[in-house]
């Protein structure tokens, strides 16, 4: 079984809007993060937010917002205000505590596409 | 505002030939991570370094792939011989430490193999 799975290929949205873009995951460990990226046209993975199993409140990081559903194991990136710029494509990963590696487990990710 | 550097950002060569790919991580950041992203992927992790030492190594192929990290600053991923299958972007990662949340990336080799 796949332990991240985002089932948006692709997604539009008008500038200026917001847009949600789905994760779920699976896991049995009790501690673990999850985390978002974003990656450009020109390659480089750039951290967005970060959320921790045992986090109380949503994570927020400006225009980015974390929907975390513990119970339904899910992690849906919101992203407020769309600009031009977010244009990209975004990865949702995991790591999990087990072992000492804590190496991330990435889903295949979502391309936005932000429309003027 | 440090960064993660990787050369060569782009490379090209044949089938069977050897290739190598250097990263040179955040300064003071002892775990390092090389990753593949092979197109319409994401990436998937082939080696992990704390300090010197191989911590993770699980999904290296290593009947061609080698890693090392002599001193436990910068990185060398080679590959030999060079397949079809190897065309991918490799990634390379760093992190304080490995417990530490966030892990920085740098801009990436695109490997091509013809």
């Known amino acids: 079984a796949q332990k991240i799975t985002q089932t948006q290929p692709g997604m539009f949205v008008q500038e200026k809007e917001a847009v949600t873009l789905d994760c779920t995951y699976d896991?049995?460990?009790?501690?673990?993060?999850l985390f978002w990226y974003k990656q450009p046209s020109s390659g480089e993975m750039i951290f967005l937010i970060y959320?921790?199993?045992?986090?109380?409140q949503n994570a927020t990081e400006g225009r980015y917002s974390l929907n975390f559903q513990k119970a339904r194991k899910s992690a849906n990136l919101v992203i407020s205000a769309s600009q031009l710029g977010d244009s990209a494509m975004y990865f949702c990963?995991?790591?999990?505590?087990?072992?000492?590696?804590?190496?991330?487990?990435f889903g295949k990710g979502t391309l936005l596409t932000v429309n003027p | 505002e440090a960064e993660v550097a990787q050369s060569p950002r782009y490379k090209i060569t044949e089938k069977s030939q050897a290739v190598a790919f250097w990263c040179d991580p955040i300064?003071?950041?002892?775990?390092l991570y090389w990753y593949r992203q092979i197109l319409g992927q994401g990436p998937e992790l082939l080696v992990q370094?704390?300090?010197?030492?191989?911590?993770?190594d699980s999904q290296l192929p290593k009947d061609r792939f080698s890693a090392e990290r002599l001193k436990g600053v910068d990185s060398t991923l080679k590959i030999q011989p060079a397949e079809l299958g190897d065309s991918a972007m490799y990634l390379c990662?760093?992190?304080?430490?490995?417990?530490?949340?966030?892990?920085?990336f740098g801009p990436g080799t695109r490997l091509t193999v013809l």
């Open positions: 300064s003071g950041h002892a775990t």
């Open positions: 959320q921790g199993s045992y986090d109380q």
């Open positions: 896991t049995s460990d009790p501690s673990y993060g």
């Open positions: 370094f704390q300090d010197e030492s191989v911590v993770d």
């Open positions: 990662a760093s992190s304080l430490d490995s417990a530490y949340n966030e892990q920085f």
């Open positions: 990963a995991m790591r999990e505590s087990g072992g000492s590696n804590y190496k991330l487990t």
